[in-house]
């Protein structure tokens, strides 16, 4: 079955959500498709759209906050870098986002 | 020189695949795992490392020559590879 239903309905969903923080979808479309598909395929696995490039670890408060679009729970490193740690959102001003830098949070 | 590099990833972050494509496109042999296609106790060992080398749950985590690079960071590679002029 395609999951393309529900990735349009996440897209739908998350630009709703992460235009108000100032983030928009990255410009790099390949890499949006790619990452709800993973985020579509861990729901159907796991329950929620986790992060896919985020491990989780089996604590439900701690797991709840790397569901996508986890960007309130880790506004200042992902503002630092002007993207989420996936990349699937940037900052509204980006244009250019293989220029962005992907660094943990002590490295801001 | 040798260098030693073990990557742990995840096989549905895009970053992890970027990462071992930039080992792969310079030639530097490395080892890998993808953490959540491991089952059981391999799976809860390989992640429990991870987390520890990097002090999060964010993924790829590098380990290069015994250097901790989390992230998808060409310039922090090349900083730790000991062919290329850096770590040791």
Known sequence: ?108 | MIDEVFVYALSTCPWCRKTKQWFDDSKIEYEAVDVDKLSGDEQDAAADKAYELSGGRRFPVVVINGEVVVGYNPDKFLQHLRSWGGGG
């Not at chain 1, 729970?73 to 503002?79: G, P, Q, S, T, V």
């Open chain 1, 1 to 108: 079955m395609s999951n393309e239903p529900r990735k349009e309905s996440l897209r739908y969903l998350f630009e709703r959500v992460v235009t108000p923080l100032g983030y928009k979808f990255t410009p790099d479309a390949e890499l949006v498709d790619e990452l709800l598909e993973a985020e579509v395929k861990l729901e159907q696995d796991l329950g929620a759209p986790y992060c896919p490039c985020q491990g989780r670890s089996g604590v439900r408060e701690e797991d709840m906050k790397i569901v996508c679009p986890c960007i309130p729970f880790h506004r200042a490193h992902f503002d630092a870098m002007k993207r989420c740690w996936c990349g699937l959102f940037v900052h509204l001003d980006v244009t250019d986002p293989d220029s962005l830098p992907q660094f943990p949070p002590d490295e801001d």
